[in-house]
């Protein structure tokens, strides 16, 4: 099998941009109808996301032994889906079709047979394992929503109960749908240890654009019920071995994650110094400081610093959390990032900057292949 060809075609490909995804699904859906109906009616969030991440993972075949973890978790993730083995072959189709279009002349015997082999290999993992986790868990678990609070503008905590066993570590996220929107999935972190009630703690806020996340602040209520897929993740997890002091950079709705270790650490130990640093633009975004004051005042081992950036009437800490965690930065911590993409990476190139060693800094990385729709 040529890597590199295969790698250097799809760079070929993906330079046509939108037409890409727009030819793979007009191929799908035309040569596979009954394929439509995996997909939400309106294609406008969906577009380029299941193409490039095919794109992306079929042309690093060469690699598939660091990729079968992660394709492991996406065939699980897919039963969400109501993805089934015999949808694979019907996708693989589609792609080939759109490669033969948009490299004309270069499409050639060889390089078909070098893409037919990489997908097939890609479609046996991501199959196997998805026949494997059927035999014991759920392609989701349906959660009552039983509190739902609009916190500060546009950002709401939801809390919902599970009806059955839900196994997931501080700090994982999972795809959620609602009702209000159905077929579309969007990842969210945890704001919660699991509990013994089966409950889970979301932290939502409105983006621009976000369909799923607007109908989760404004229009979901008590008693909807949310579909929840399995837990995914382990960058934002505690470390293994001996417990390091935490600095925990959060910005935004970001903190989800994050007050999830707190709450691990406070009900398993072992305790630990650790310091939050709570970023938001002004004072009001600061939505959950009444429970986070509340976990400092019942660990000493916790301290909180609430940090602003654009609020020149807020009476503490201002600038970005980022740099309130350097100030505290003595050699030895672990430092855990989670906010936006950009936040995320500001952060870290920050902290990098500073001399803070790569090892000793978490955060999850955003890719799109993570949150594809079948």
């Known amino acids: 099998m040529d890597t590199q060809a295969l790698k250097g075609s799809w760079q070929l490909v993906a330079q046509s941009g939108d037409q890409v995804p727009l030819f793979f699904y007009s191929a799908l859906f035309l040569m596979y109808p009954e394929t439509r109906g995996l997909f939400p ?6 577009r380029d996301r299941l ?3 095919l794109g992306h993972v079929v042309s690093n075949v060469d690699r598939v032994n660091e990729l079968v973890p992660f394709l492991q978790q996406l065939g699980r993730d897919h039963r969400k889906f109501s993805v089934v083995a015999q949808h694979y072959p019907a996708v693989g189709q589609a792609l080939l079709a759109t490669l033969e279009h948009f490299l004309g002349d270069r499409w050639t015997p060889a390089l078909a047979r070098d893409w037919t082999a990489a997908y097939g290999l890609v479609a ?10 059927s035999a014991t868990s759920p392609p989701w678990w349906e959660g009552e929503i039983i509190l739902h609070e609009v916190r500060a503008p546009g950002i709401a905590v939801i809390r919902a109960r599970l009806n059955y066993q839900y196994p997931f570590r501080a700090g994982q996220s999972a795809s959620i749908s609602v009702a209000l929107r159905p077929k579309l999935w969007r990842f969210y972190s945890f704001a919660n240890t699991p509990r013994r009630d089966n409950t889970i703690d979301l932290h939502v806020r409105v983006v621009d654009g976000g369909t799923v ?4 602040v404004h229009g979901a209520q008590r008693g909807d019920i949310l579909k929840v897929g399995a837990p995914v993740g382990d960058r934002l997890t505690l ?10 950079v959060a910005g935004g709705t970001g903190l989800a994650p994050l007050k999830a270790l707190v709450e691990q650490i406070a009900y398993e130990g072992p305790p630990r110094n650790v310091r939050l640093f709570a970023g938001a633009r002004t004072s009001r ?11 400092e005042a019942e660990n000493p081992w916790l301290r909180v ?3 602003v950036s654009r609020d020149a009437f807020y009476s503490g800490e201002h600038g970005f959390a980022v740099d309130a965690a350097l100030r505290a930065w003595r050699g030895d911590q672990d430092v855990y990032v989670c906010g936006s993409e950009e936040m995320v990476q500001s952060s870290v190139s920050r902290l990098l900057d500073a001399g803070v060693p790569a090892g000793h800094i978490r ?3 955003f890719t799109t292949a993570g949150g594809s729709q079948p």
Request: charged letters at 25%; proline letters at 6%; zero cysteines.
């Open 41 to 46: 009616v309106s294609m406008a969030t969906q």
């Open 305 to 307: 610093v609430p940090v």
């Open 213 to 216: 996340s607007t109908a989760l």
């Open 285 to 295: 975004e600061l939505y959950d400081l009444e429970a986070l004051s509340k976990l």
């Open 124 to 133: 046996k993992v991501m199959t196997e394992a998805a026949e494997e986790s």
């Open 363 to 365: 955060f999850d990385e």
């Open 239 to 248: 470390a293994a071995g001996p417990p390091r002091e935490l600095l925990l």
């Open 51 to 53: 193409v490039n991440a």
